[in-house]
């Protein structure tokens, strides 16, 4: 079993950054590619980013790319979306997620969630 807890969402303007970051307990995350998704109100949760077992290796959604970052921090048992360039349309709760598989993008591939932290972002 693998517990996930997100922090660092909150209230931003448009054009800023937020640093989210998710924490792991029960087993290492190393096992695992890591990812992150989000759900606005009234949406199907959607995929944001990936990054493999080792970290060399990142994917992302076109609508974050170039402006959110994913890493991670075996030793830490950490893993962070550095998000910049903050619009209103990223406003949602983001998701940090575990799955055995590597790069994909399918809510049902992550086996671990965690509770999700709320991001808005004020125009």
């Known amino acids: 079993q693998v517990q996930l807890a997100e922090s660092g969402g909150g209230l931003v303007q448009a054009g800023g950054s937020l640093r989210l970051s998710c924490a792991a307990s029960g087993r290492t995350l190393s096992s695992y590619a890591m990812g992150w998704f989000r759900q606005a109100p009234g949406k199907e949760r959607e995929f944001v980013a990936a990054i493999s077992w080792s970290g060399s290796s990142t994917y992302y959604a076109d609508s974050v790319k170039g402006r959110f970052a994913i890493s991670r921090d075996n030793a830490e048992n950490t893993v962070s979306l550095q998000m910049n360039s903050l619009k209103p349309e990223d406003t949602a709760v983001y998701y940090c997620?575990?799955?055995?598989?590597?790069?994909?993008?399918?809510?049902?591939?992550?086996?671990?969630w965690g509770q999700g932290t709320q991001v808005t972002v004020s125009s």
């Open positions: 997620a575990a799955t055995p598989r590597w790069r994909t993008a399918v809510t049902g591939a992550y086996e671990y």
